[in-house]
């Protein structure tokens, strides 16, 4: 099964390789300093270059904000094949002073696809030099707004146009920092649904479902059922998930 992503969010290293090249703990492994909670732009804030702790920032704002508009999405790396970047309705690639020359030359290859990027045009490639005849950007390209970082709710609006309407159902209502995924088989049909939550505490998401769709966790076996009006409970421990299949 697979989920259908009308999303690709870039993850780039232009700028977290200057990070890490300036780290002051560079010697220390990249896990260990992600694991010490150094702030939002993880083991780029002991670096000395400020890109790399913004860049960071960028990419999960992206994140956080295509979660709440309800948009299927997948990151995708930078070196991927542009046969990968084929098939979305948008690629995001924030991006700051830097940008990978050879992503960058991809996104202007992507004839067909609505290309985002921002909230700066890179000037200067991976390795510092100048983009020079590859400056311009691509031609079916928008900017993410500047102040987007301290407004979510409206970058959340932003991207969702991207994508145009949400499917009506596999989503979750409320409350916030829950996502609801959807996997379908080869046919189409959605077969599972994995329900996260990023929340402290317990909660129940609720999640938009086909009325009166029946359920099961796919570990504990226990049935949950939608009701008529296609509202599904699922109660959540504080940062966990479910797997759930649909049964039927």
């Known amino acids: 099964m697979r989920a259908h992503a009308k999303v690709a969010l870039i993850l780039s290293r232009a700028d977290y390789r200057f990070g890490q090249a300036s780290s002051v703990a560079e010697p220390m492994t990249p896990i260990v300093l992600e694991a010490l909670g150094l702030g939002p732009g993880g083991l780029a804030e002991l670096g000395r270059d400020d890109d790399a702790v913004l860049h960071r920032r960028w990419f999960d704002a992206c994140a956080q904000a295509l979660d709440a508009a ?4 997948v990151i995708v790396d930078e070196d991927a094949p542009i046969d990968r970047l ?3 309705a948008a690629v995001i690639a924030p991006t700051l002073h830097r940008v990978d020359r050879a992503l960058w030359k991809k996104l202007h290859a992507l004839d ?3 290309i985002v990027y921002g909230p700066l045009a890179p000037t200067h490639d ?3 030099a100048p983009l020079a005849d590859d400056l311009a950007p691509p031609k079916r390209a928008g900017r993410i707004r500047a102040g987007s970082l301290e407004d979510l709710a409206g970058l959340a609006d932003d991207l969702a146009a991207l994508a145009g309407e949400p499917h ?3 989503i979750v209502q409320r409350p916030a920092g829950a996502v609801a995924n959807a996997f379908a088989d080869g046919s189409g ?3 599972a649904v994995a329900i996260t939550s990023l929340a402290p505490r317990a909660i129940a998401a609720e999640v938009v479902a086909p009325p009166r769709a029946q359920l099961h966790d796919a570990a504990t076996g226990e049935p949950l059922h939608a009701t008529a009006a296609g509202v599904l409970q699922v109660p959540l421990a504080p940062y966990s998930a479910r797997l759930l299949i649909i049964d039927g």
């Not at 309800?70 to 999405?73: C, L």
């Open 86 to 88: 084929r098939g979305f």
């Open 112 to 114: 067909h696809t609505t």
């Open 70 to 73: 309800h948009v299927p999405w």
């Open 189 to 191: 049909r959605v077969r």
């Open 168 to 170: 009506p159902e596999w």
């Open 126 to 128: 991976e390795l510092g």
